[in-house]
């Protein structure tokens, strides 16, 4: 069994945010990208855990994207995947990149396609549900364990309440939640082997893109914190019931 793995690039959390051409575009400038914590942590170490223990026979990450995402690529390469594939397309639309990533999969014979829940800039957990659809297979969303026997899987996965278990058969496509693998750290003999992996360039498909950005805003500034002296309760009184906001 082959399993795909569907992986992005993600500004570093410590990366200031700004925005260009009349704030429709992301300022990638001085910007460092990692790979979507989501996808690496949780989808891309699990499969690397299912091949280990004898389930699948390769791990292939897929991205949509430019040449600029290929370090990212390496990264995740280093951390165990088998090969890499890069859709030479940028990725601004998530219909558009889940059917890039679903032709793709159609065309290679994956049974198993794993993305994380969301990515951590647009937090959109679109696209996992929209390659399911596109490719006729079941897809089980916000899976937190995933255990394969045979044909058949058994996943899980946090509801309201409670955990729910899920039976499907293969194929399938899941996006992965906290609790599905733990991280794993490269070592540099997997730094130095993610040098020579494959790492194929594909053409994209023809492909609708059905959303566009209109504009973003950053979050307002955070007002100064006031400090009060802790002998002045009445003062610390009187701002909470004049002026401190309930959220």
Not at 147 to 174: M, Q, R, S
Request: charged share 25%; aromatic share 6%; proline share 4%.
């Amino acid at each position: 069994m082959k399993i795909l793995v569907c992986i992005s690039k993600s500004p570093d959390t410590t990366s200031k945010i700004s925005f260009t051409d009349g704030n429709t575009k992301f300022d990638e400038n001085g910007v460092q990208y990692i790979v979507n914590p989501y996808d690496e942590w949780y989808a891309l170490v699990r499969a690397l855990e299912l091949k280990e223990a004898g389930k699948a026979e390769k791990v292939t990450i897929v991205t949509v994207g430019t040449a600029t995402d290929e370090p990212v690529m390496r990264k995740a390469l280093a951390i165990g995947a088998d090969d890499a594939v890069r859709i030479n397309a940028e990725a601004k639309d998530a219909f558009y990149v889940a059917s890039q990533i679903a032709d793709y999969a159609k065309a290679n014979g994956y049974e198993l396609v794993l993305t994380g829940k969301e990515t951590i800039d647009f937090n959109g957990s679109q696209v996992g549900g929209m390659i399911a659809e596109l490719m006729d297979m079941p897809f089980v969303s916000l899976a937190t364990k995933l255990e394969l026997d045979g044909t058949t899987a058994a996943v899980e996965k946090e509801i309201v309440g409670g955990v729910e278990e899920v039976e499907v058969n293969l194929p399938f496509v899941a996006s992965c939640a906290k609790g599905m693998a733990e991280q794993r750290i490269p070592n540099m003999r997997g730094i130095m082997a993610a040098r020579t992996k494959p790492l194929q360039v594909v053409e994209p498909s023809a492909a609708e893109e059905l959303t566009s950005f209109v504009a973003f805003e950053l979050p307002p500034a955070k007002s100064a914190c006031k400090m009060i002296d802790p002998e002045n309760m009445d003062e610390l009184v009187d701002l909470l019931h004049n002026e401190a906001k309930v959220i």
